[in-house]
């Protein structure tokens, strides 16, 4: 459906014109009348659908530029997703000049407190940081026409429905209120019953959220085992920009450190890092700095990085929902991806939730032994150590290179050059986790698989691994790996330090206190 069929005004649409939407998406095409309409909405839709501008134009067209209050009030659960909604508001607004402000924590609070003082029309922000500017009465919200809590099942996850419910309280009891989650459990339903009139419910179906261009696989595996099949993995697959989930602060942590130490470019994200740390983290991934992001589902939200070719989830998410959420960080705008999902036995009913939800099955794979992953990493640095032979100038060592070829063959000296670019060193470096609390078991499903094949090597020369733009799909044990895609390898070395900061919010899955420790077996 096109914009104009959807009752804005010609001001609106001008400015949707000019940033190049053309037609409505369907939470656009079924959210936007509603709104326009006055009619409180609860809105089932996940990041990457276009709900800010589902939610966006009907409060821009509403807005009185001659009013000087704050006229709509855009809850968000993370900086990050509060940023960019407010930026695409100014974007949307700037035709018409609605003065758009964001607030939230770990910023300078006087900065914002100054950006207020300007009487924006629209405000949006954190829980936490809203409650202390009404507390501080640098934001009233009396006189708000239109409240909007994005993301509501995360920032119930996050522990803000006390913050929440005292925002509200503060705002005109008269006003138009949107609710939008990516998940619809019975306490989003709670708070529909609790805080809004008559809402009308907004569902998009699972299969628009899903995409056909994501090859999903799994690898089933013990607890203790998660981390070697996950390094193996993303050695044999090659992953050109990959992100890591895990399910808390602490599992974020402690996987973005043990990459490192095993000679990945990765880093850690999540919701206690500074604002600072977080942009300069998202920075580097967005500029191919790193390559493994490793992130919690809130840290998540909101995130749209081009050409991520890799999804590994190292927890199974509780919400078959959230899985949705996760691959769609890949396969998008018409490229191909993957997603690898590690499960333990005790999990396998979360991952049959999941395919029913998604109506597909997923395919397994069989751990990579540590012979095929050391293949799998020198293949992968054949490119970067051609490379470096085009920098090499013999002729300033010609002394040290008589007495390396007097002691050793010339295929030991390559073999040596090829281990060294390989990281070969670092691959099975030992690395320790800390024991989370497992998933409740789930009622129903079935617990039972059988070991496969694995996909997804992102090159195709040398030592039985073929590349080709679909995964393997033979079943047997030996042979080659089949490539899928195209594009840059993996890089080694570098590494980012500075990804253990904070606590998370969220609180769940701390669990007892023992550890285990990864180590190879013989």
Request: aromatic share 4%; glycine share 12%; net charge positive.
């Amino acid at each position: 459906m096109k914009f104009e069929e959807l009752g804005l005004s010609q001001a609106i649409l001008q400015s949707i014109a000019a940033h190049g939407y053309v037609e409505a998406t369907p939470i656009q095409e079924k959210t936007i009348p509603l709104t326009l309409a006055g009619k409180d909405v609860i809105g089932q839709a996940q990041t990457g659908t276009g709900k800010t501008a589902a939610f966006g134009l009907p409060i821009l067209e509403h807005i009185d530029l001659d009013n000087p209050n704050i006229q709509a009030v855009i809850i968000s659960p993370t900086r990050e997703l509060a940023i960019q909604t407010a930026d695409e508001l100014k974007k949307l607004g700037s035709d018409k000049h609605v003065n758009v402000q964001v607030v939230f924590g770990g910023s300078d609070i006087r900065r914002q407190i100054q950006g207020l003082k300007s009487k924006p029309q629209i405000l949006v922000g954190t829980p936490g940081r809203l409650l202390d500017h009404i507390n501080r009465k640098t934001a009233k919200l009396d006189k708000v026409q239109t409240l909007v809590l994005d993301e509501a099942d995360e920032m119930l996850n996050m522990g803000f429905l006390d913050d929440i419910e005292a925002i509200i309280a503060k705002v005109n009891p008269d006003r138009q209120t949107l609710l939008f989650s990516a998940t619809m459990p019975e306490s989003i339903r709670r708070i529909g019953v609790k805080f809004m009139t008559n809402p009308e419910m907004v569902k998009i179906e699972a299969k628009q959220l899903t995409t056909d261009l994501v090859e999903q696989f799994f690898i089933r595996c013990r607890h203790e085992e998660k981390f070697d099949a996950l390094t193996r993995t993303i050695d044999i697959q090659e992953p050109f920009l990959g992100i890591v989930f895990g399910r808390t602060k602490r599992r974020v942590e402690e996987l973005a450190r043990g990459l490192e130490a095993r000679g990945y470019r990765a880093a850690g994200l999540h919701g206690d890092l500074t604002q600072q740390m977080r942009s300069r983290v998202l920075d580097q991934f967005k500029k191919h700095e790193i390559n493994l992001l490793v992130a919690t589902d809130v840290a998540a939200r909101g995130l749209d990085v081009k050409d991520v070719s890799h999804v590994y989830n190292f927890d199974i998410p509780q919400d078959p929902e959230s899985y949705v959420h996760r691959i769609g960080r890949t396969g998008r705008a018409g490229a191909t991806g993957t997603s690898v999902t590690l499960v333990a036995p005790n999990e396998m009913d979360y991952l049959r939730a999941i395919e029913d939800l998604t109506k597909k099955r997923m395919t397994p794979l069989q751990p990579a032994t540590l012979q095929e992953a050391r293949l799998g990493r020198i293949n992968g640095s054949l490119d970067e150590t051609a490379a470096l032979m085009g920098k090499v100038k013999p002729e300033e060592m010609q002394a040290q290179v008589a007495a390396l070829m007097s002691q050793f063959t010339p295929e030991q000296l390559a073999a040596g050059l090829l281990a060294s670019v390989a990281g070969l060193e670092k691959q099975n470096a030992p690395v320790t986790l800390s024991r989370e609390r497992p998933l409740p078991r789930r009622k129903g499903g079935k617990g039972g698989s059988r070991g496969g094949y694995r996909g997804g090597n992102r090159r195709g020369n040398g030592g039985g691994y073929r590349g080709h733009r679909d995964g393997d799909r033979r079943g047997n044990g030996g042979g080659g790996y089949r490539g899928r895609g195209n594009g840059e390898r993996r890089g080694n070395g570098g590494g980012y330090k500075g990804n253990n900061h904070g606590g998370e919010r969220r609180g769940n899955g701390q669990g007892r206190k023992r550890d285990f420790t990864v180590r190879e077996k013989g």
